[in-house]
């Protein structure tokens, strides 16, 4: 299989987990498991990952700069297993769990929704981004890599770290 071939290959498997994955996600939000118990010890975890997934983005930036290839291709692969990881478990609460109302009042709602908002906007957005920027490095593309890592890496960081935020800030609610 020619360059080319492979190129059309992933660009369709990106496009199609792209749009998958948030269907997928919505789709699961609305099915209850009946006679499952609450998986409410899952949110502190999922959000541990969260934060741990933050941390690995920081470092494999770190490594790259350092020059540190195969370290920054490490952190960034298990970056990508921790996303998946916690969005096997955020779909699994939801799928046991009611959704909690945030509580608080006044100006800090607003905060919390804005935050929230923008999370779930962009972790949708950040998909694609994600998936051309790891198959860039995969197939040795490492200036188009570079060059959509630097649009990936703020969206995927402020995604790890807003998600930390929206828990620790409902969490008092659940």
């Known amino acids: 299989m020619n360059n080319t071939m492979k190129k059309n290959k992933y660009n369709v498997w990106i496009w199609i987990l792209s749009i998958a994955i948030p269907i997928a996600v919505a789709v699961l939000f609305t099915v209850k498991i009946p006679g499952v118990e609450r998986l409410g010890f899952l949110p502190p975890i999922y959000a541990t990952i969260n934060a741990f997934t933050a941390i690995l983005l920081v470092a494999a930036v770190y490594q790259v700069r350092k020059g540190?290839?195969?370290?920054?291709?490490?952190l960034m692969k298990t970056a990508i297993g921790c996303s998946v990881l916690f969005l096997l478990m955020y779909v699994a609460y939801h799928m046991t769990s009611d959704s909690t109302v945030y509580g608080g009042e006044g100006v800090i709602k607003y905060v919390y929704y804005f935050i929230l908002i923008t999370h779930i906007l962009l972790s949708i957005i950040v998909i694609p981004f994600v998936l051309i920027t790891f198959v860039r490095a995969l197939?040795?593309?490492?200036?188009?890599?570079?060059?959509?890592?630097?649009?990936?890496?703020?969206?995927?960081?402020?995604?790890?770290?807003?998600?930390?935020?929206?828990?620790?800030?409902?969490?008092?609610?659940?």
Do not use: D
Not at 162 to 170: D, F, H, N, P, R
């Open 68 to 74: 540190n290839r195969k370290a920054h291709e490490r």
């Open 139 to 174: 197939s040795g593309e490492f200036y188009k890599h570079r060059k959509i890592a630097r649009i990936t890496y703020p969206l995927w960081l402020y995604v790890a770290v807003s998600g930390v935020i929206v828990y620790l800030m409902i969490s008092p609610y659940y």
